[in-house]
């Protein structure tokens, strides 16, 4: 390598590195035009100050739903009286929880540290919404999380009676969820199916030729010129699509393999850098699932690794030792722990005891272990 090719200390090969950061909203969304219409659509009633249709929006993970409605929420807040209230229901994961999300968008503070009631919670958010006039969006994203906590039925009837409860408060709800084997109508109770008939919106998975097109406009924007070529984003597109297309693993990989042509001090990155890089991008799902588990998750997650393989009853002896907690709570952890595709809960049949469950960790022990140590 010649010394024209080399970086100096001081310099990079990223022109902006923010462009590859998760939160980063594009200026332009390609292949996403039709669901785009769609949402539109379905708000136009909150523009002109009316109560907007409910949608349900979903697609495989890295599709493009979160940032399909930060763009609409930016349109609409700037042109309107409309209220939108983006809440992530893997952090936010209770009725309450989101309730205290929604009171902290519109007041602009978070509700007293010491609590309150969730009558009172609801009341002040109504009030507002009245008072100002306003019309409030709720996009619960990764919704599949209230439904693991058993908290997605509460929740949305509190939101969809509003109006009910305070007349004139106008809430509209979107709910977005990456669990494909989720039937979300299905798992409503009645008296939330009976008044919520969403407007369906599906975002399929990207394919090469598109997953290049929307990496391309981080590449131009990411790094400097001629840092990475086609031969590169042809790479990345390639391992991007063999993880299901999930286009957050192809920003990560492009920001991780610029990463190492710099580690090599050099001023383009090659194919090896973003080979190397695979091996930890190929992990964005899992580094996601497992950073908002909560600590006793976490105690299983790690009792399982133990006993990877073993029968259900096994691994509670491991897991009550960690946590003290009944045998009704590692039920219900395993069950969520499943649905997250974190784990594997296989029914199996134990001669003289009836069927049983062997609970086993979907990703490789030591790419888990390393990402919750």
Known sequence: MSDEEMLSWDETVFRDEHVFEIDYVPETFPHREEQTRQLQYALRPAVRGSRPLNVMVRGP?????????????????????????????????????????????????????????????????????VEQE????????????????????????????????HTGAKIGVILVSSDLDLDII?????????????????FPRYDEPEIIDILQERVDRGFHEGVAGADILDQVAKLTAKTGGDIRVGIDLLRRAGLNAELRASTTVDIEDVDRAYDKSKYVHLSRRLRDLS?????????IAEH??????????????????????????????????????????????????????????????????
């Open 61 to 129: 993970s890295g599709t493009g739903k979160t940032t399909a409605l930060q763009l609409l929420a930016s349109e609409l807040q700037a042109q309107s009286n409309v209220n939108v209230a983006h809440v992530n229901c893997q952090v936010d994961s209770t009725r309450y929880a989101v309730f205290s999300r929604l009171f902290e968008e519109m007041f602009e503070y978070e509700p007293p540290a010491s609590g309150i009631s969730f009558k009172k919670l609801f009341g002040q958010i109504t009030d507002r919404l």
């Open 134 to 165: 306003e019309v409030l969006v709720v996009a619960l994203d990764d919704v599949n999380y209230l439904f693991y906590e058993s908290e997605a039925s509460d929740t949305l009837y509190s939101l969809l009676r509003a109006h009910e409860a």
């Open 186 to 202: 299905e798992e409503l109770d009645t008296r939330v199916q009976s008044v919520f008939r969403p407007e369906e919106v599906y």
């Open 295 to 303: 600590d006793t998750e976490i105690a299983l997650i790690k009792a």
């Open 308 to 373: 990877d393989g073993e029968r259900a009853g096994v691994v509670y002896e491991s897991f009550e030792e960690r946590t003290g907690l009944g045998y009704t709570r590692y039920s219900e952890l395993i069950n969520k722990l499943d649905q997250l595709d974190l784990i594997d809960a296989e029914y199996t049949s134990v001669d003289g005891r009836g069927r049983s469950r062997k609970l086993s960790l979907t990703y490789e022990e030591s790419a888990v272990l390393e990402r919750i140590e």
